[in-house]
């Protein structure tokens, strides 16, 4: 009898517990997508100073995949509905938004495809987090 009490226990929390990871899990991954892709700026930028040449960053928001280029070259690529499952979208409206960075690490307004503040959202069912790329290149989160 009172291992049949134990186990009603175990049970009841374990369906608490378990109800409560997924809520969890989708906050965490909404956060984690907002940093890839601050971190992917970033790293846009030393590329540029490190290889002495233009290095853009797209972000695809058809496909949820954000790319590292370097003239022909894809230098990295972070797939976030893949990884993260998490949906991107841009305040621009296109299917694909982009920033370039020079060798000095500025971004090139001439090549970048936003001339105004870029807001960046990721979604999770009802979860959503969102950074900010200004047209030279700075995150506000």
Known sequence: MEMVVVVAIVGVLSTITIQRIGPAKAQYSVRSSRTAV??????????????????????????????????????????LGEEFDADMSTSGGA????ICMNSKGY???????????????????????????????????
């Not at 001339?115 to 200004?134: C, G």
């Open 38 to 79: 601050a971190t992917m700026v970033q790293r846009a930028r030393a590329h540029a100073v490190e290889g002495a040449g233009l290095t853009r960053l797209v972000m695809d928001n058809v496909n949820d995949v954000a790319y590292l280029i370097q003239g022909s070259d894809t230098l990295e690529t972070m797939r």
């Open 95 to 98: 299917n694909a938004e982009w």
């Open 107 to 141: 971004a090139d307004t001439r090549c970048t495809s936003f001339s105004n503040r870029l807001t960046v959202s990721f979604t999770i069912n009802e979860y959503s987090d969102s950074l900010a790329i200004l047209p030279m290149g700075q995150v506000i989160y």
